[in-house]
């Protein structure tokens, strides 16, 4: 059966880092474009950061461009995602999953979702 992993969530103070990480059950990560989406109550999910298959393309949500950034590592079946100068606004939990192609980072089109990872970012 086809599962992601996410990891890598706590509580940090603004201003600061957490690195999250994708991992793959029963198949590899290397053979798909990958998407990092959050959700906080009452919203809807919303795409943060793609990937693509090789990692030569990625995508990010305006909310975190030049903050976070997404990476891979294919022999470890692997999806990163980094993120700096983090902000009360990027609290939700954060969920991995795989995409069509890096460009199409919509929750809606994504598929084989992890159980997500919390993020909170608080004083």
């Known amino acids: 059966q086809l599962q992601l992993v996410e990891s890598g969530g706590g509580l940090v103070q603004p201003g600061g880092s957490l690195r999250l990480t994708c991992a793959a059950s029963?198949?590899?990560?290397?053979?798909?474009?990958i998407g990092w989406f959050r959700q906080v109550p009452g919203k809807e999910r919303e795409g943060v950061s793609c990937?693509?298959?090789?990692?030569?393309?990625?995508n990010y949500a305006d909310s975190v461009k030049g903050r976070f950034t997404i990476s891979r590592d294919n022999a470890k079946s692997t999806v990163y995602l980094q993120m700096n100068s983090l902000k009360p606004e990027d609290t939700a939990v954060y969920y991995c999953a795989v995409v069509g192609r890096s460009t199409l980072c919509k929750a809606s089109a994504a598929s084989y979702w992890g159980q997500g990872t919390q993020v909170t970012v608080s004083s």
């Open positions: 990937i693509s298959l090789g990692g030569g393309s990625t």
């Open positions: 029963g198949f590899s990560l290397g053979y798909y474009a």
